[in-house]
């Protein structure tokens, strides 16, 4: 296959992704809508003891919603894989590895962040998180296609080992920045439902708040140490190679330091301090959107020495 064909596969399965995960959001939308509007309007019935229990229709509930929820994790196999594809064809199309623009990173880094959601499903069922990833996934991928460029060879800054291990480290991270994200918009919801009395037949679906407070952090924890290695440290060391200076407050190093502050607040402040539960939800989602400007933000903005992936 030519270069070119390479490059039509990439396009043409980044485009069917984007659909499938669009399909795989509205079945996770259908599940929770489905399991709402039923029980709401399900009768209840009182047995010969007083006890309550809820009627038939309402029981036939959980079949349905299961089943919904079983073909919105398929769809987002279905578009992991086509995103796989994706990433293959575009660095075989570029002859390099397929991370030297924004383009690049993000679908790079929705393919990684969907392969750790489908791990976590695997290992610890975690499927209720699917439609927020899948939420977020769609939005960076929005952005990562608003940035297209044509597969070509990396510019001379940008051809050094070096910043292919920052890029991977950084893809890495913000992969599992991304689920640490959605645990917490998660977390936020049913803890407020959970102090108010009000746990409906959606959020029922959904670990306890303290949960998945504690999945955030976990994810949040092994994210860190990636951050930490690709943008000060692996990030620097390509910076002296290809401009000469290790660190020169640059739009993007600035951006990626207030990012690595915010999470090194969060994590300190849960090891120290004792904060769980909505201010350390909270602490955690300021870090992503740090960490999506630094991405998207400061290269649509900003200037500087990394506009090239503009």
């Known amino acids: 296959m030519t270069l070119e ?6 396009n043409y399965t980044t485009f069917a992704a984007t659909c499938v995960l669009g399909l795989a959001l509205l079945a996770y939308v259908a599940e929770w809508a489905f399991a ?12 010969s003891d007083g006890t309550v229990s809820p009627s038939l229709e309402s029981a036939d509930v959980e079949p349905v919603t299961d089943r919904l929820s079983r073909i919105g994790l398929v769809l987002t196999v279905l578009a992991t894989a ?3 594809v994706s990433v293959v064809t575009r660095g075989l199309a570029a002859q390099r590895v397929p991370w030297g623009n924004m383009y690049e990173f993000g679908l790079m880094g929705i393919t990684i962040a969907l392969i750790i959601y489908l791990v976590l499903v695997w290992r610890h069922q975690v499927q209720w998180a699917g439609g927020i990833v899948v939420a977020f996934g769609l939005v960076v991928l929005g952005m990562s296609l608003s940035t297209y460029v044509p597969a070509g060879p990396l510019v001379p800054a940008l051809d050094s080992h070096w910043f292919i291990i920052h890029v991977g480290a950084v893809v890495l991270a913000g992969a599992f920045f991304l689920v640490g994200a959605a645990a917490s ?9 959970e102090a108010k009395g009000t746990v409906g037949p959606v959020l029922r679906r959904f670990p306890a ?22 943008a000060l440290i692996a990030g620097p060391i390509w910076a002296h190679y290809a401009w000469g200076r290790y660190w020169g407050w640059d739009p993007k190093e600035v951006w990626a330091f207030i990012t690595w502050v915010v999470y090194a607040g969060y994590l300190h402040a849960r090891a120290t ?3 769980k539960g909505r201010r350390a939800a909270y602490f955690c989602l300021i870090g992503f959107v740090t960490f999506l400007f ?6 649509l903005f900003g200037s500087g020495l990394h506009s090239y992936a503009k």
Not at 36 to 45: D, G, H, I, L, S
Not at 185 to 193: D, F, K, P, T
């Open 185 to 193: 918009v998660l977390y936020l919801i049913r803890a407020r439902a």
């Open 82 to 84: 086509l995103m796989v």
């Open 5 to 10: 064909q390479y490059a039509q596969i990439s």
């Open 273 to 275: 301090a004792g904060w």
């Open 209 to 230: 708040a303290a949960v998945m407070d504690k999945i955030a952090y976990r994810v949040n924890a092994m994210a860190f140490p990636l951050w930490t290695f690709g």
């Open 36 to 47: 709402r509007k039923v029980e709401a309007n399900a009768p209840v019935m009182a047995d």
């Open 294 to 299: 630094s991405y998207y933000g400061v290269n």
